[in-house]
């Protein structure tokens, strides 16, 4: 499976940066990355992708233009960007694999524990 790290309690406006590694040793430079997020009594959505062929990136409407999602240097880790949170940012926040970015969190595959981030005053 994967493992997410990263995760805080933050003001908002605030910044963090959200880790995903494989923990079986499998590269993920040749995977299709996404990063989810999972609010209290609220289903599981896809917020960003990193394709596997040619890196391009997909992000939702509601977290455009505030988190990057990026390959590290090695190629082993997939790390999300997140500037100005929100309090409506605030949810478990998982990576996971396929061998594309599929809109559907179900087709994915690897999934970690989560992370939680939690946007606060």
């Known amino acids: 499976p994967l493992v997410e790290s990263g995760g805080d309690l933050v003001q908002p406006g605030g910044s963090l940066r959200l880790s995903c590694v494989s923990s079986?040793?499998?590269?993920?430079?040749?995977?299709?990355i996404g990063w989810f997020r999972q609010a209290p009594g609220k289903e599981r959505e896809r917020i960003s992708c990193?394709?596997?062929?040619?890196?391009?990136?997909y992000y939702a409407a509601s977290v455009k233009g505030r988190f990057t999602i990026s390959r590290g240097g090695t190629k082993n880790a997939v790390f999300l960007e997140m500037q100005n949170l929100k309090p409506e940012d605030t949810g478990l926040y998982y990576c996971?694999?396929?061998?594309?970015?599929?809109?559907?969190?179900?087709?994915?595959?690897?999934w970690g524990q989560g992370t939680q981030v939690t946007v606060s005053s």
């Open positions: 996971a694999a396929h061998w594309h970015c599929s809109d559907t969190p179900a087709d994915f595959g690897s």
């Open positions: 990193v394709s596997a062929t040619d890196d391009s990136t």
């Open positions: 079986g040793g499998f590269a993920l430079e040749h995977v299709a």
